[in-house]
């Protein structure tokens, strides 16, 4: 996220043969994108996608400080001196996801229904760790790879946004376990895991399409928070995860400060058995809940209720349906935990990444359009009516309906990627071979076409 933050801060959509490539604004440049709209009948881009998408101009910083003095320059010493000036930014980007994928599949194999039944070997934590790590280096390396190979571009940063949006619910579910947090009995923590950071993010991307910059503050997400989720998984490597289960911070640090200020009589008032990872969990979600607060104030008061808070219609259907499934049968989502994950990334990924297309293109949101969130509003209504229950029928609906929205996502970046790189004149994993132009490509038909008429001709 941050080195694209300073890639595309500098940096426009281009003609350059490259996968983020920087753009020479002008009567060329407009040749393109009109030959390329002409040629080209797009399915998810509009005309008026195309005409505005080598345009983008990216705006935004980072304030936090361990990401000035630390991350940053880490990530621009491994870019000067440990990557060849070949590799794609976007393959940067990719390996950083296959990283924090490997960690979650070992994590998966060894705890699959969320719940740690068995001692699990402790490497599955040193690695998750480890993989974070490398995970926020390789995030803040693509940014500043692309502005030295001059291959900054509007693909780039949906590309970066959308993966960073998949690696959510990789975290989240190891969070989860590392934390060695109950399904059932610790739900409302499972919950503030999973959609604590889907707020943060959607929230985050909601401000940006609107005040057209993305501001990541002294403390975020990014920086401290992956760095932190990094030390929580060394911490369940060296003492095991149940060290998140006993009350040691709360006994022994916690209550002898606020005895500091309390009155001896409200001492009995305060209180008890509130385990570390309740701790962790409760002031990440007390600092996640406070920064969407102050973002959704922000934009509201600057750019008005009607016009801004529908745009978050998504993002809170997915959280209310998810919270009253839950409550009516909580059963529902425990049965299948991973499969019910998975469901709710694909729709989480689906609208915010459409969110960021939007933004980079300057097209509207369109709300009405989240189609794949009208089974999961169906199933919530049946489900609280009391017309089904938890069991075969719920699990092969959930099954099948996770299945189809992960396939459909799946092609859905698959056609967008390869539109923005028709649009863009550039590949998406290549910035070595060059693209041939709209114009190049139209004369080399011609030239095919005349040869193939000589040569009809001929014989």
């Known amino acids: 996220m941050n080195g694209t933050v300073e890639a595309n801060n500098i940096c426009k959509g281009s003609s350059r043969p490259s996968g983020r490539a920087t753009s ?111 995970y926020q280096t390789l995030d803040n390396m693509d940014g500043k790879h692309a502005v030295k190979t001059k291959s900054a571009s509007p693909l780039g940063l949906l590309f970066d946004h959308g993966v960073d949006a998949i690696n959510s619910i990789f975290g989240s579910a190891n969070w989860i376990i590392t934390l060695m947090l109950h399904p059932v009995h610790d739900a409302a923590l499972c919950f503030a895991c999973v959609f604590g950071p889907y707020g943060m993010f959607f929230i985050s991307t909601w401000e940006e399409y609107h005040t057209g910059e993305l501001i990541m503050p002294i403390i975020n997400g990014p920086s401290e928070g ?72 922000y934009v509201v008061r600057t750019f008005g209720v009607q016009s801004t808070v529908c745009k978050l219609l998504p993002f809170v259907t997915l959280v209310v349906c998810a919270l009253a499934v839950g409550f009516v049968d909580l059963d529902i989502w425990v049965s299948m935990p991973r499969t019910n994950l998975h469901l709710g990334a694909a729709l989480f990924v689906e609208m915010t990444t459409e969110l960021m297309a939007a933004h980079i293109t300057h097209t509207e949101y369109k709300v009405g359009q989240r189609w794949i969130l009208l089974p999961l509003v169906a199933f919530t209504l049946v ?55 709209a114009v190049q490509r139209m004369r080399q038909g011609d030239c095919t076409g005349n040869h193939s008429k000589k040569t009809a001709k001929e014989e």
């Open 24 to 134: 020479d604004s002008g009567d060329n440049n407009e040749e393109l994108v009109q030959l390329s709209s002409s040629m080209h009948d797009f399915f998810y881009l509009s005309d008026e996608a195309v005409r505005n998408l080598p345009h983008f101009q990216y705006r935004g910083k980072d304030l936090s400080l361990l990401y000035r003095y630390i991350l940053s320059p880490l990530a621009v010493f491994c870019v000067n001196h440990l990557t060849p000036s070949w590799v794609a930014p976007n393959a940067i980007t990719l390996t950083g996801l296959l990283i924090m994928f490997s960690a979650y599949g070992a994590v998966w194999y060894y705890v699959p229904d969320l719940e740690i039944q068995s001692d699990p070997p402790r490497w599955i934590f040193l690695w998750t760790g480890i993989a974070m790590l490398l």
């Open 383 to 437: 489900v609280c009516f009391g017309w089904i229950k938890a069991g075969v029928i719920t699990d092969n609906f959930l099954l099948i309906y996770a299945s189809s929205a992960l396939t459909f996502l799946g092609f859905k970046f698959a056609v967008v990627i390869h539109e923005v790189c028709q649009v863009l004149n550039i590949w998406c994993f290549d910035i070595t071979t060059p693209r041939p132009t």
């Open 226 to 297: 992956l760095l932190s989720g990094a030390m929580m998984h060394f911490v369940s490597w060296w003492a095991g995860p149940q060290f998140w289960q006993q009350t040691t911070t709360w006994d022994d640090f916690v209550i002898p400060f606020i005895l500091n200020f309390v009155p001896s009589f409200l001492v009995e008032w305060l209180p008890t058995n509130i385990r570390n990872g309740e701790i962790i969990v409760l002031v990440s979600s007390f600092g996640i809940v406070q920064e969407m607060i102050l973002k959704i104030r």
